[in-house]
């Protein structure tokens, strides 16, 4: 994962007093192709998760898209049975920058 990009998002404690937080997105892709590209980004993806989670990497939010699939469409695009290539693309997002970064400690 590479960082790409941060907001700052601003809420109120319970007081009124404007907190500002520091949230960082990374995003990665990967590309498979046929035979049998969704079914291999899948796994990838499966792969990845477990990957992070056995690193201890938490993220406020994990989400991936299968572009050449469904990552416009959603579920009303029509099935493919077996395309071409499909990119795998994982975006995470949190506060920790080493984490969404892929930084390491030296």
């Known amino acids: 994962m590479r960082f790409?990009?941060?907001a700052?998002?601003?809420a109120s404690d319970a007081e009124g007093v404007p907190q500002l937080s520091l949230r960082l997105e990374g995003v990665g892709t990967l590309v498979f192709t046929?035979?049998?590209a969704l079914e291999k980004a899948r796994a990838a993806d499966r792969i990845v998760r477990?990957?992070?989670e056995?690193?201890?990497l938490r993220f406020e939010k994990i989400h991936t898209e299968y572009f050449g699939v469904n990552a416009c469409?959603?579920?009303v695009a029509p099935v493919i049975a077996d395309p071409a290539e499909v990119e795998l693309r994982i975006g995470v997002r949190?506060?920790?920058r080493k984490a969404?970064?892929?930084s390491r400690a030296s």
């Open 100 to 102: 969404v970064t892929g």
């Open 94 to 96: 949190g506060a920790d």
């Open 34 to 36: 046929w035979p049998q």
């Open 50 to 52: 477990t990957h992070l």
């Open 54 to 56: 056995q690193l201890g």
């Open 8 to 10: 700052v998002a601003q």
């Open 73 to 75: 469409l959603g579920p």
């Open 4 to 6: 790409t990009a941060f």
